[in-house]
């Protein structure tokens, strides 16, 4: 077994470091866990399996169920890559682990397991008539992967580095990755470098060609200035911005429910038991395609299937308060964390006083009750309740903090305004830290000045209810 590494947060907060900025350190390999490199938690081992594109087939879900129950804590876990986790793994498993996956083409490379971050626009194809420039992306998710695994040299990229492939609706685009493509209606391909604002365009059939380039570019780019960086956005002056403006990405998650071509389900906090999970692939027609946004999507499935879905607890309304909502590990799982905060903010939606209903803001923010700034505000705000101040795991743009103090938690509206509309993409474990409210880099165009609240857990439903409905 490979020896077990803590993950690390990244940067306190997106973009080049300043004077007011934590510098991460880039001059050692990240530790972020993968299917052979577990990561110690307090509730076990934890183990994260890529699914480039969030791919699975049948045989591949209920091996992954099969595993949670012999090996772990029974119970799936999907990240905001739309990856898989499995925890309260024994401490001596990882051997048999990985037989599992490779048995199922889960583990088709010990070497560049870690690298395997891919998303992609999770209802591409399903409807015919919304394919936009007939872009494949399905396709360029299965040679991209087979090629990076082929590739000597992508063995040295970050296991943080993260693959984007956009269908051209602006969903994984505004997740902002260290490279993204991004096809266009009128079949023009368009890569986007970390969060440049502008693309380079792509020629019809090198577009996986033009995605692997970029990656090897940045790693010779770092050798040559000797610089250390795991993402593209930490030194985008190394490699040359794109021609195209691209527009604002509208990041629209899937709405949960039937779709055309198949049906949406959420996960609560994005995790399900086997026995849950096992409902879920019995619903599916023999694919399913987890999320960014710990969701899933299950091609040809019909309808009819949505009532067991929901008795079996996922979510397959829109409109609940669970709608954009997450939740770092917490207690028990997390020896950092402050509070039970799954527990906690489960109570708090199912009380349904965080409801999506437009209204006014956090008392004392400014600007409460204001217009959307651009297309990513539109409804309600994500909402993120953490354990402590690293705050693993929360999403991009602008968002309501939640965070647990011991005495209760604090409210605040955060991030800048220039990410809501372009999005930013965070890991699942090591996120971003404290302060990201407070400091911005050069290309963010305006950092919210947030007000926060202190409040009891008897009190945090309505704060957080008010603090969503903020618009500005």
């Known amino acids: 077994?490979?020896?077990?590494?803590?993950?690390?947060?990244?940067?306190?907060?997106?973009?080049?470091?300043?004077?007011?900025?934590?510098?991460?350190?880039?001059?050692?390999?990240?530790?972020?866990?993968?299917?052979?490199?577990?990561?110690?938690?307090?509730?076990?081992?934890?183990?994260?399996?890529?699914?480039?594109?969030?791919?699975?087939?049948?045989?591949?879900?209920?091996?992954?169920?099969?595993?949670?129950?012999?090996?772990?804590?029974?119970?799936?876990?999907?990240?905001?890559?739309?990856?898989?986790?499995?925890?309260?793994?024994?401490?001596?498993?990882?051997?048999?682990?990985?037989?599992?996956?490779?048995?199922?083409?889960?583990?088709?490379?010990?070497?560049?397991?870690?690298?395997?971050?891919?998303?992609?626009?999770?209802?591409?194809?399903?409807?015919?008539?919304?394919?936009?420039?007939?872009?494949?992306?399905?396709?360029?998710?299965?040679?991209?992967?087979?090629?990076?695994?082929?590739?000597?040299?992508?063995?040295?990229?970050?296991?943080?580095?993260?693959?984007?492939?956009?269908?051209?609706?602006?969903?994984?685009?505004?997740?902002?990755?260290?490279?993204?493509?991004?096809?266009?209606?009128?079949?023009?391909?368009?890569?986007?470098?970390?969060?440049?604002?502008?693309?380079?365009?792509?020629?019809?059939?090198?577009?996986?060609?033009?995605?692997?380039?970029?990656?090897?570019?940045?790693?010779?780019?770092?050798?040559?200035?000797?610089?250390?960086?795991?993402?593209?956005?930490?030194?985008?002056?190394?490699?040359p911005a794109g021609s195209v403006p691209l527009p604002a990405f509208a990041g629209t998650a899937p709405a949960v429910g039937a779709l055309p071509g198949g049906l949406s389900v959420g996960l609560r906090f994005g995790r399900a038991s086997a026995g849950q999970w096992r409902t879920l692939v019995a619903a599916s027609a023999g694919e399913l395609r987890l999320t960014p946004w710990r969701g899933a999507v299950l091609p040809g499935a019909p309808a009819d299937r949505l009532p067991a879905l929901a008795a079996a607890g996922f979510r397959t309304e829109p409109g609940s308060a669970w709608e954009r909502a997450t939740a770092c590990t917490g207690l028990p799982g997390c020896a950092k964390s402050l509070a039970d905060v799954r527990a906690d903010a489960a109570r708090a939606l199912d009380a349904g006083a965080a409801g999506v209903a437009a209204g006014s803001g956090l008392a004392g923010a400014p600007g409460a009750g204001a217009a959307p700034v651009g297309t990513a505000l539109a409804g309600v705000l994500p909402v993120h309740w953490s354990g402590c101040e690293r705050r693993c795991g929360h999403p991009a743009g602008r968002w309501v903090d939640v965070l647990a103090t011991g005495r209760g938690y604090r409210v605040t509206v955060n991030g800048s305004v220039n990410e809501a509309v372009n999005g930013s993409v965070n890991e699942p474990v090591g996120g971003a830290g404290a302060g990201a409210t407070a400091t911005a880099t050069a290309a963010d165009a305006t950092v919210v000045n947030a007000a926060s609240v202190d409040v009891t857990n008897e009190e945090m439903a309505e704060a957080v209810a008010e603090a969503r409905r903020t618009t500005k």
């Open 1 to 239: 077994m490979l020896a077990a590494m803590p993950p690390t947060p990244d940067a306190t907060a997106p973009g080049a470091a300043g004077p007011d900025r934590e510098v991460p350190d880039r001059g050692r390999a990240d530790a972020c866990p993968g299917a052979l490199r577990l990561h110690t938690a307090d509730d076990g081992a934890l183990a994260r399996i890529r699914l480039p594109g969030g791919l699975l087939t049948v045989r591949q879900a209920l091996a992954l169920a099969e595993a949670a129950e012999a090996l772990g804590d029974g119970e799936l876990e999907t990240t905001s890559r739309g990856n898989v986790q499995l925890r309260g793994l024994a401490p001596h498993c990882a051997a048999e682990l990985a037989d599992r996956l490779r048995a199922v083409g889960l583990l088709p490379s010990d070497t560049h397991e870690r690298v395997r971050n891919i998303v992609a626009s999770p209802t591409a194809g399903l409807d015919p008539a919304d394919a936009p420039g007939g872009a494949d992306v399905q396709s360029w998710v299965r040679e991209l992967d087979a090629r990076l695994c082929a590739s000597d040299w992508a063995a040295g990229l970050s296991g943080k580095f993260l693959f984007a492939l956009d269908d051209g609706r602006g969903d994984v685009a505004a997740l902002d990755a260290d490279v993204t493509l991004i096809a266009s209606p009128d079949g023009t391909r368009l890569l986007r470098l970390g969060r440049d604002g502008r693309g380079h365009p792509v020629e019809t059939g090198r577009e996986v060609t033009a995605v692997l380039d970029a990656a090897r570019s940045f790693l010779a780019a770092l050798r040559t200035n000797g610089r250390k960086a795991w993402h593209l956005r930490e030194v985008p002056e190394l490699l």
